[in-house]
């Protein structure tokens, strides 16, 4: 290679790394798309939006929160990952999209390792295993004893083919042997209406959406999937107290984005967000939707996603549940 040619490179390499550190500095300088690819009103996007209105405040730029809904959280998650790298564009992550979709559709529309950058871990969610409040079982291993008595009958409501409610009870299945018929909904609303209504016999879902019903009444909770009980359901005993060691099963919440983001700006909304978790009016956010704060680098997120790929890619082939 001649030295004009060298030197020609080497000044392009220099301009592209003073354009991408000029963007960092200066960003945002307009509005971020903020994708939540779930319902409105879901646990995704309560949570973002709270996050959202921090980082409005703080950067004085709107973080426009747009639900984008379907297959699971496919759907927002392609949008995202056909987006201009520059930091204008961020989504909100779930276990499906990062770890268990892979397993369940024949085709996906993106290729989570290689479309997207970690930023931060914001949350964890446990989830509930309840049963409509007529049901005879008042524990779990009571509820498993009757499913094994009654083979078949008894049918469990979760989110969708994929979901983490639906890889738990997979697990469970296959733990206690029992033959339990999977009831997928669209959503966790009507799963948990239906569940009420006794269409369906029991539900897991997260503590986001189950925690009003369980205190109600209307719902009798019978396990809590995190490796502790919760503060605001003391008696509920854990899935471990229950006869199941080690077993721990929660959703988590992570902003990502576009592979080609610039590092600069991926660190800044990092510390933005871990900033968010550590004061009061965070800690309240993460608090009032029964989940639990995480935060930590963009490396940790990372190292957590491997950990849960690790943990549930065996039983989703198991499963054998492809759409």
């Known amino acids: 290679m001649s030295s004009k040619r060298v030197q020609f490179v080497v000044a392009a390499a220099l301009a592209a790394l003073l354009a991408d550190d000029a963007a960092a500095q200066s960003w945002?300088?307009?509005?971020?798309?903020?994708?939540?690819?779930?319902?409105?009103?879901?646990?995704?996007?309560?949570?973002?939006?709270?996050?959202?209105?921090?980082?409005?405040?703080?950067?004085?730029?709107?973080?426009?929160?747009?639900?984008?809904?379907?297959?699971?959280?496919?759907?927002?998650?392609?949008?995202?990952?056909?987006?201009?790298?520059?930091?204008?564009?961020?989504?909100?992550?779930?276990p499906g999209i990062a770890v268990q979709n892979k397993y369940i559709y024949k085709t996906m529309p993106f290729d989570f390792d290689r479309d997207f950058v970690p930023i931060v871990l914001i949350a964890k969610a446990p989830m509930l295993?309840?049963?409509?409040?007529?049901?005879?079982?008042?524990?779990?291993?009571?509820?498993?004893?009757?499913?094994?008595?009654?083979p078949g009958k008894l049918t469990v409501s979760t989110t969708g083919v994929g979901s983490q409610g639906h890889i738990t009870l997979e697990l469970l299945k296959r733990l206690s042997g029992t033959e339990i018929t999977h009831v997928p909904y669209n959503g966790g609303g009507q799963a948990i209406?239906?569940?009420i209504g006794g269409q369906v016999s029991a539900t897991i879902n997260y503590v986001t959406v189950t925690l009003g019903p369980a205190l109600e009444g209307t719902l009798r909770p019978l396990a809590i999937t995190s490796t502790t009980r919760l503060e605001k359901m003391p008696d509920v005993p854990t899935l471990e107290e229950a006869g199941f060691p080690g077993f721990e099963s929660v959703g988590w919440y992570s902003i990502v984005a576009p592979r080609g983001t610039p590092a600069e700006i991926g660190s800044t909304l990092n510390q933005a967000v871990n900033a968010v978790l550590k004061t009061d009016v965070g800690r309240k956010y993460i608090d009032n939707l029964a989940m639990q704060p995480a935060g930590g680098s963009p490396e940790d997120l990372t190292a957590?996603?491997?950990?849960?790929?690790?943990?549930?890619?065996?039983?989703?082939?198991?499963?054998?549940?492809?759409?």
Request: charged share 20%.
């Open 28 to 94: 945002p300088s307009k509005p971020v798309t903020y994708i939540v690819p779930f319902n409105a009103g879901s646990g995704p996007d309560v949570l973002a939006r709270n996050i959202s209105t921090e980082l409005t405040a703080k950067f004085r730029q709107p973080f426009i929160v747009e639900n984008r809904a379907g297959a699971n959280g496919n759907i927002g998650a392609a949008i995202v990952s056909k987006a201009a790298p520059d930091g204008y564009t961020i989504l909100s992550v779930t």
């Open 129 to 150: 295993v309840l049963v409509n409040s007529k049901l005879p079982p008042r524990t779990l291993p009571e509820f498993l004893a009757y499913a094994k008595a009654n």
């Open 193 to 195: 209406t239906d569940t």
């Open 304 to 323: 957590w996603i491997k950990s849960e790929n690790d943990r549930w890619g065996p039983i989703m082939k198991a499963a054998a549940v492809p759409m």
